[in-house]
């Protein structure tokens, strides 16, 4: 059998509500009315009574057995106050609502629980028997507030339910055990005559709070920096500190990397910032929400700590494709860089400490390893600096590939051809790890140029699609694009160009 929903008002003996599945549903309203479904999971059947905001409020009242009501609000004074007496399951109910316009206006103990949040606890009998407009107008401009701070303090039994974002007064409401309507099966929400509510959720201990404070939610501030500066794009998200499972809402920093979340109930909660890429001085920090807004500690983020560096050779010209290893004092893993063409290198992400920064390069005319004038270095990157510096010389020396690819029958040059140029061993294997492995594009003219490469064995392969290309000279001089050498001076390739869809001619590789 199902649970039973108690709702005590404050103008007479404790009223309890109960409900389980029945008939009933919101009805659209048409223009000038107000229409809704008095239930309390079953329809309350009985009398629904509507009054005014006028000087000498007027009220109307309509009989429903169904639950369902509709009133004819036409040259009435908005905002309306709506009460519905009646019996469900035997049982005697009253309950209020209030809509600030014609519409939707539902009654049910979720909105007799936000309209007495809003009158701050006061008697909501009295408020109906008496009313005065500036007292309903009062109440109706402070709805839109107490729906959220009820929502935000409920949330943990409205987001078990699925309607943590339901709107009790407004939103369809169907008396059929789903929804709101199921919520209100198994809570109990109890207003006593003291001014407390007491919310009961079934099998769990109740939730006592004061009317008048007890729903009062407050803010969650704070700023992120960047090295010192704003950080705006920042996400901060505020979620319960015991599970992390409930989301009490997020803000995006701005431009002064100040950032603002409203309508947070009172309670104990885990502020996260997050943003792809960055990491911060903590993960979250852990605030409580009392009787004031909440302002968190400055969360910092900084530009990784970074170490590079150059890599000479022999005949003091950079040196591409060095790998250089930083490892930090203590820890197995390490971070990586390998040289450009100039023989530089970065390695950023690191954490302050301790590091030993260690290159190493093959030989690939020689089938051996390079030497550097030092086989490691150490640096400390700490408070005092985001940033160390690393050099070394090698024993190698560095010499450039480079050349023209020009097409095949006008002789011009080809731009936006992409060369390759990849290492090999001794006995003509392709080598296969990043550092033996070296990538350009010709220019406007169709020139390239690949520096810092070692003497040794290379295949360089032009590519662009829909042509095929030719090494030219490669006749005269017996060296074919697969398969040359660096040998202790500067390369050049020079290549011919055609489009694939070209039958004749005799461009290689076509």
Do not use: W
């Not at 029958?409 to 290492?423: H, R």
Request: some cysteine; charged content about 15%.
């Amino acid at each position: 059998m199902r649970n039973r929903i108690v709702a005590i008002l404050l103008a007479s003996l404790p009223l309890l509500v109960s409900g389980c599945g029945g008939g009933g549903g919101t009805t659209p309203a048409p223009a000038d009315t107000v229409s809704g479904v008095a239930a309390v999971g079953l329809v309350v059947a009985g009398n629904v009574y509507l009054k005014d905001a006028a000087a000498s409020p007027r009220e109307l009242s309509k009989a429903t057995s169904d639950g369902t009501f509709s009133f004819d609000v036409t040259g009435m004074t908005k905002p309306f106050m709506l009460k519905v007496v009646g019996a469900a399951n035997g049982t005697q109910y009253t309950l209020y609502s209030m809509v600030g316009d014609k519409g939707t206006a539902n009654v049910n103990p979720m909105t007799n629980l936000v309209v007495a949040n809003a009158a701050a606890g006061a008697d909501l009998a009295s408020l109906y028997a008496a009313p005065s407009a500036s007292g309903i107008q009062a109440i109706a401009d402070n709805l839109g507030q107490a729906l959220l701070d009820v929502q935000s303090t409920l949330k943990p039994i409205l987001q078990k339910y699925g309607v943590s974002a339901v709107d009790p007064i407004k939103d369809p409401y169907k008396a059929d055990g789903t929804g709101l309507d199921g919520m209100l099966d198994l809570v109990q929400i109890e207003l006593g005559t003291s001014g407390t509510v007491t919310i009961t959720d079934s099998g769990t201990p109740p939730i006592v709070k004061d009317l008048a404070t007890g729903f009062t939610t407050h803010s969650v501030s704070g700023s992120v920096t960047f090295d010192g500066s704003p950080f705006p794009g920042v996400t901060v998200t505020v979620k319960d500190a015991l599970t992390g499972a409930i989301d009490y809402g997020s803000a995006q920093t701005l431009a002064d990397g100040s950032y603002v979340i409203d309508n947070v109930a009172q309670g104990s909660y885990a502020v996260t910032p997050v943003r792809a890429g960055y990491s911060f001085d903590r993960a979250d920090s852990t605030v409580v929400v009392a009787a004031t807004d909440a302002v968190v500690p400055v969360f910092r983020s900084s530009q990784p700590y970074t170490v590079s560096g150059t890599v000479a050779s022999a005949n003091s010209a950079g040196l591409a494709g060095v790998t250089v290893t930083a490892q930090r004092e203590g820890a197995i893993g390490v971070l990586t860089g390998i040289t450009d063409g100039s023989g530089r290198y970065s390695i950023s992400g690191l954490t302050n400490g301790n590091y030993t920064i260690t290159p190493s390069r093959s030989d690939p005319f020689n089938s051996g390893s390079a030497s550097f004038d030092a086989a490691s270095r150490g640096i400390t990157i700490g408070a005092a600096g985001n940033y160390a510096s690393a050099g070394f010389t090698a024993d190698l020396a560095s010499f450039t590939v480079s050349g023209n690819v020009a097409r095949l029958t006008a002789g011009t040059g080809m731009a936006g051809v992409a060369l390759t140029l990849v290492s090999k061993t001794n006995s003509g294997a392709l080598l296969t790890s990043s550092d033996a492995i070296f990538r350009t594009v010709t220019d406007a003219d169709g020139n390239y140029a690949l520096s810092g490469i070692p003497s040794g064995y290379y295949a360089l392969t032009p590519s662009l699609t829909g042509y095929g290309f030719a090494l030219l000279g490669e006749a005269a001089n017996g060296m074919t694009a697969d398969n040359f050498s660096v040998n202790g001076a500067d390369a050049r390739l020079d290549f011919s160009g055609r489009p694939a869809s070209d039958a004749s001619g005799g461009v290689g590789g076509l």
